[in-house]
């Protein structure tokens, strides 16, 4: 049973470019999470899909930001225009609500904005 | 809102102690309860989950405790070895939903030779 797979791992980008993240879940796991994480802080819950319906969006989650699952397998978080800061950690995870809907996070995704 | 504290933010313990990490949370209808293990560059990984059914839960040498009455909730680790050093996070549900958490802030531990 694979991971939660990330990618890139790292991503350095000038402000005002766009960026993409891409997450794979753990087969079968029907919900998908994305959360950010800064320095010396938890993670902060951004959204989240049950299979491809987006059924919640934080208000972190600014106009920049947007998350697709279009087939309910992978998603990816895009962040436009980016800012100094957006630079964070941003996390995905997955998990199974028949199997206690324990969440399992991938290895993230590191975004400086320079 | 659900709200988590963790406390303390940073603790240090010789090799071989103990170490206890403290929770608190806000509502009283959150009934699921994970601990996450965080090294650094890596995301968090889960080492120990309780519902609130249960007033502990035992995994080796890692155990939780829960009080739902005070609304706390503890992570307790025994003969802490150096790999243990990590931040630890605590978490609560969102009320009784099971699809979203609240996390803590995080407790660094050092594990002292």
């Known amino acids: 049973d694979t991971g939660v797979s990330q990618d890139p791992r790292h991503k350095i980008t000038k402000r005002g470019q766009n960026v993409t993240f891409r997450c794979d879940p753990i087969s079968e796991h029907n919900r998908l999470y994305w959360y950010r994480q800064t320095l010396g802080q938890g993670p902060e819950f951004l959204t989240y899909?049950?299979?491809?319906?987006?059924?919640?969006k934080s208000r972190l989650l600014s106009d920049r930001f947007s998350a697709e699952r279009p087939k309910g397998s992978f998603s990816t978080l895009e962040i436009q225009r980016t800012e100094q800061g957006d630079s964070a950690m941003y996390l995905c995870a997955s998990s199974r609500p028949s199997s206690g809907n324990t969440i399992y996070f991938g290895e993230g995704s590191w975004l400086t904005v320079v | 809102g659900e709200n988590v504290e963790q406390h303390p933010s940073t603790l240090s313990v010789q090799e071989g102690d103990s170490a206890v990490i403290k929770c608190t949370y806000s509502d009283s209808a959150s009934n699921y309860f994970p601990w996450y293990k965080q090294e650094l560059g890596k995301g968090p990984q889960l080492i120990i989950d309780i519902r609130s059914n249960v007033g502990e839960k035992k995994d080796q040498r890692i155990a939780v405790t829960l009080n739902k009455t005070a609304k706390h909730f503890s992570l307790h680790i025994t003969e802490t070895q150096p790999e243990d050093s990590a931040v630890y996070f605590c978490a609560a549900s969102m009320g009784n939903r099971d699809d979203k958490i609240i996390f803590g802030k995080g407790t660094r531990l050092h594990i002292l030779p």
């Open positions: 899909f049950q299979n491809e319906a987006q059924l919640e």
